[in-house]
Structures are given as C-alpha cells and as structure tokens.
C-alpha cells in the first residue's frame, strides 16, 4: 500500500516538477539553476493563485467578524457550549471558513515535500531517468546560482530572507491594532496568528538551516509573489 502511494506521489507531484525544473534549466540563458527556480516558484503561485485569493479573503473577513465574536464570548462565556453554536452560525451567516488558510497550507505541504525531493535527489545524474521523452538530458545540472550561491547546500543568508519574507508577509494579514478582537486566551484563530507571524518564521529558519538552499529560495520566491499578491488583494478590497 505504501509503494502504491509513493509511485502515486511521484507521478503526480515528484516528476511533474522535476521535469518542469530541468526544461526551464534547458532553455534558460546561461543555465542558471537558481533562476529556472525562481521561474517555476512563479507558475506554481499562478496554479494555486485561486487558492490564495480564497484564503486571504477569508482571513480578513475573519478579522471583520471578530466584534461579534467577542460579544458573544462575553455573553455566553459560562456557557461553552451556546458559545460555540453562536460562533459558528456566525461564520455560516458571514460566509467565514476560518481553515481555509490551513487548507492553503496542507495543499502546499505535498508540493514542498515533493520539491525537497527535486533538490536533494534531482542534482544526481541518476535522476534524470525521470525525465520525460519530450525533456531533453542536460546530463547534469549545475546548481550554482547566480555564479556565487550552490543551491545544492544549505546557505544561511538565504534561510535568513526566507524567514523575514514570511515574517512580512503574514504581518501583512494581521488585524489592525485599532480593530477590537476576542479574548486571547479563548479565540484559538487569533493565537495561531500570532504564532505564525512570530514563531514559524524563526523555524522556518531553523529548518532551512539543514536543507540545500534551493529550497530556502523556492520559500523567499513563493513568500515574495505572495506579498505581490496579498498587496493587490488587499488593496482591491
């Protein structure tokens, strides 16, 4: 059962990206492995851009919403249960998915653990027996980046932007200090912003830390197209 999933996963998310990632590389100027990245970041942030609108619309109206939430956890506040039926009829009345924004995240888990797999096994020239008749065999890939950076190695400076660009971008979503919000301790939405506006980003770093660094610039790339995102998004609404 498990080699069925994993012969699955690797032919709907491992060798898609692969293949994706060696015919940029073929055709791009130079061959510049960081760049072929940086490009493929791109048209992954196109696919899932419905996705991400959905999420950040739900994200500030969850926001909007939290007066009223508030009332009610005051209101209800012996009663957990009415309170909790209350606050979900509002999120049905508001039209509010408050995981929709974790939704974003688990369709986006499959797509990084299949981009660890590119870069920490796809540089070995055994690898490319995955590619596709059509993709042509570069033989091997250089995975120098910009003639400076070896994306084959985990690389601090890169950890480091990635972290700070996931940093700004979820502070880009928070609530305005001016906008009342529940009570803390009860409101489990407003604490897991919080911790992933401050704790994810340092983990993040943490993480990549130990990872090759083309990993780290998929995450600086994918966090600055979504900033770009969330700017016009947000400025629309």
Known sequence: MFEILVNIFNALLYKPLFNSLVFLYNYLPGHDFGISIILLTFIIRIIIYPLSVKAINSQKSLQKVQPKIQEIQKKYKDDKEKQAKEILEIYKTEKVNPFSGIFLAIIQLPILIALYKVFWQGLDPKELVNLYNFVLNPGQ?????????????????????????????????????????????????????????????????????????????????????????????????
């Open 141 to 237: 890939i250089n995975a120098i980046f910009l003639g400076i950076i070896d994306l084959s190695k985990a690389n601090i400076a890169i950890a480091i932007l990635a972290g700070i660009v996931q940093f700004y971008q979820t502070k880009m979503l928070m609530p305005p200090k001016n906008q009342p919000v529940a009570n803390k301790s009860s409101d489990f939405s407003q604490m897991m912003q919080m911790q992933m506006t401050y704790f994810f980003p340092i983990l993040t770093v943490i993480i990549l830390l130990g990872l090759p660094s083309a990993l780290g610039l998929y995450w600086t790339a994918s966090g600055i197209f979504s900033i770009i995102q969330q700017y016009f998004i947000l400025r629309q609404k």
